[in-house]
Nanobody, 125 residues
Framework: VQLQASGGGLVLAGGSLRLSCAAS????????MAWFRQAPGKEREFVAH????????HYADSVKGRFTIFRDNAKNTVYLQMNSLKPEDTAIYYC???????????????????WGQGTQVTVSS
């Protein structure tokens, strides 16, 4: 599976962005998908997860209520709708695919086998 993330950019605090992650390959619908992010000088952190069918999602506490992850398996694409953006959301956002093996591990980086190249999100105040 190859992943291509897009949709990042520069936005004012309070604004919105929608990230997309397009996957190649016919097995996309089998995988859990997630978004992680990495700010300068910090470790990559979990943002959001969605299971293969799209009926189960999880979010980091810092984005809960502001971000929404969803997927379109017919288009081999997963999305991250980001609303009410804050300067602390500034980071490179990465999409990831894998079989995480259950609801306890969705936030664990090494459960994901495939990673996109990242897209920069900058939120200015």
């Amino acid at each position: 599976v190859q992943l291509q993330a897009s949709g990042g950019g520069l936005v004012l605090a309070g604004g919105s962005l929608r990230l997309s992650c397009a996957a190649s390959g016919r097995t996309f619908s089998r995988y859990d998908m997630a978004w992680f992010r990495q700010a300068p000088g910090k470790e990559r952190e979990f943002v959001a997860h969605i299971n293969w069918s799209g009926d189960s999602t999880h979010y980091a506490d810092s984005v809960k209520g502001r971000f929404t992850i969803f997927r379109d398996n017919a288009k081999n694409t997963v999305y991250l709708q980001m609303n009410s953006l804050k300067p602390e959301d500034t980071a490179i956002y990465y999409c990831a695919a894998g079989s995480v093996g259950g609801p306890l591990f969705y936030y664990v980086r090494n459960k994901y086998d495939y990673w996109g190249q990242g897209t920069q999100v900058t939120v200015s105040s």
